[in-house]
């Protein structure tokens, strides 16, 4: 069984094809760079619709397959921005219409955790992850036939607060490689607001203090040096509370922000004092990406019925813990 | 002797004076910077001491401090004998609605005197063996606060707390919290805290 599968939560447009042993045969996607300031959904949504036609050819292409060769369709139903969510689930329910195909939808967030359990040959029952993305900061782990969040941010997400910060401080889109860059000349370290509550954290006074500091003609070296420690450490700190209260074997860092050395470093040192694996995805599968839907829609497609095209309906705030894993053991 | 390895303290068992204590010592972390380690783990174990005492004060079973030696980040306390709260609910044996009204009145006496715990989960909860008293530990993340929102959070954190770790009986024991709750603070303040609860569930999310 093959299943090409399209990620639009949001900036990326994605299209994934892997066949049902896990070999990925196809993931191309293009990637809205606003022109200015941040990510409009609409603008991104336009630019998804605009792109859909070429980075589909192109997965064909790379796979070396017929469209006709499609045996399932699956794309992100949620959590996302509504206007490029409905892209990919137009795109989706015409050709699981056309080629007579089913259809799955998928959690973005899980689809995240598969793709990475599937590079590594991860049990589920031994993970601990820990996803950090512009629209995502979760700590989860299965218990139960669910993924349980553990912790995760009370207001806006670690990549966010870096693109805003960045944005503010007149770094282009996106901000997170070049905060990571800049901060390694930093010297002095400026404290900022910490704030963790219980297993979750909040950014969104840490984004403002920063802004103020920058403002106020502190170095913007040390700013991000700065941002980062703080930022990462909250994270990590949770991490670490996560892992001490399940147990797990292993932590799999990913989504974008995992690409972040200084974040990488840290939870690694955690890791290794809980006697846990670490593991990175790499950036390919880490960010965004067509192929990590594709396979967790193959995984829905073991033990599921198809959507009916009622049921297709996109779900911009669709929980983690709301979906049923019934690959699960 | 080495009780248990908290993910940010070390707890020993030890005799001190010829009583039982727990030693509660915060360690130094290699992954964070210097300079915010040691400010983290001297605030925390001084906000710790301090309100683990105001706490006791209002009645609420706490350890009793005897001893907080800031420089070494440690807290010298009664050892409570007991049972987890955690472990308490995952027996079938126990009226887990009865239990969970008690945490609720806790929880609202805490907030009544701008009190916010900061980590109430059910491993930060004992059932001392003896007085059969719930006792609250584990303050680190404690402050003082009179707003709504932090209220909402603390709440969120027992919330989450009941999905991770005891989903089966989550309705059940979360609305059993609620009405101890509602008890000491008043079903008007109450509903408020609930209202912003719902609202601070909704946010974290991709929107």
């Known amino acids: ?329 | 002797m080495l009780y248990k390895k908290g993910a940010e303290a070390y707890l020993f068992k030890e005799e001190w004076y010829g009583k039982l204590v727990l030693k509660k010592v915060r360690i130094p972390k290699s992954y964070r910077h210097p300079s915010l380690d040691r400010s983290l783990r001297a605030a925390r174990t001084i906000h710790e001491a301090k309100i683990l005492t105001e706490t006791r004060k209002l009645g609420i079973a706490t350890p009793i401090v005897f001893f907080i030696d800031i420089p070494n980040t440690t807290i010298i306390m009664e050892f409570i004998e007991g049972i987890r709260v955690k472990e308490l609910l995952n027996n079938s044996n126990i009226n887990h609605t009865e239990l969970c009204k008690k945490i609720g009145r806790i929880i609202g006496v805490l907030h009544n005197n701008n009190i916010i715990h900061g980590d109430l989960t059910t491993s930060n909860m004992i059932l001392e063996h003896e007085s059969r008293k719930i006792y609250l530990i584990d303050f680190g993340l404690a402050e003082y606060s009179t707003t709504i929102e932090s209220r909402g959070v603390d709440l969120h954190l027992i919330h989450r707390a009941l999905q991770s770790t005891h989903f089966k009986i989550l309705e059940d024991c979360f609305n059993a919290i609620k009405d101890g709750y509602a008890e000491i603070i008043g079903r008007q303040k109450a509903n408020e805290v609930f209202q912003r609860l719902h609202e601070i569930e909704k946010r974290g999310r991709y929107h």
């Open chain 1, 1 to 329: 069984m093959i299943c090409l599968g399209i990620e639009s939560t949001a900036h990326t447009f994605g299209v994934g094809i892997v066949a049902q042993d896990g070999t990925i045969l196809a993931n191309q996607k293009m990637v809205f760079v606003p022109p200015k300031g941040g990510i409009h959904p609409r603008e991104a949504a336009e630019h998804h619709e605009k792109n859909a036609q070429t980075v589909f050819q192109q997965a064909l292409e790379e796979a070396r397959l017929k469209i006709q060769k499609i045996d399932i369709i699956a794309f992100s139903q949620g959590p996302g921005l509504g206007p490029c969510l409905r892209i990919g689930a137009v795109i989706s329910r015409y050709l699981s219409q056309k080629l007579k195909i089913p259809i799955f939808g998928v959690n973005h967030c899980i689809a995240h955790v598969e793709i990475g359990r599937l590079f590594h040959n991860l049990k589920i029952s031994d993970l601990l992850t820990l996803y950090v993305s512009g629209g995502n900061t979760l700590i989860c782990a299965f218990d139960q036939g669910r993924y349980r969040v553990f912790g995760e941010t009370l207001d806006i997400s670690i990549g966010n607060l870096l693109d805003v910060f960045a944005r503010e401080a007149g770094l282009p889109h996106p901000g997170g490689p070049k905060i990571e860059k800049l901060a390694q000349a930093g010297q002095k370290f400026i404290e900022l607001p910490y704030i963790v509550k219980g297993m979750d954290l909040s950014y969104s006074g840490l984004l403002t203090a920063s802004i103020n500091k920058f403002k106020e003609g502190n170095k913007l070296e040390d700013m991000c040096f700065s941002l980062q420690e703080i930022a990462f450490s909250m994270l990590t700190e949770v991490t670490e509370r996560a892992l001490a209260h399940t147990e797990k074997k292993c932590v799999l860092l990913t989504g974008g922000v995992a690409a972040n050395k200084r974040l990488e470093a840290m939870i690694r040192i955690i890791a290794e004092e809980h006697d846990a694996q670490f593991y990175n995805v790499p950036p390919a599968l880490a960010g965004d990406n067509g192929a990590m839907i594709a396979w967790t829609g193959l995984l829905h497609a073991k033990n599921e019925n198809s959507l009916s095209m009622d049921e297709t309906r996109v779900k911009p705030n669709w929980r983690i813990d709301e979906v049923k894993v019934t690959w699960g053991a």
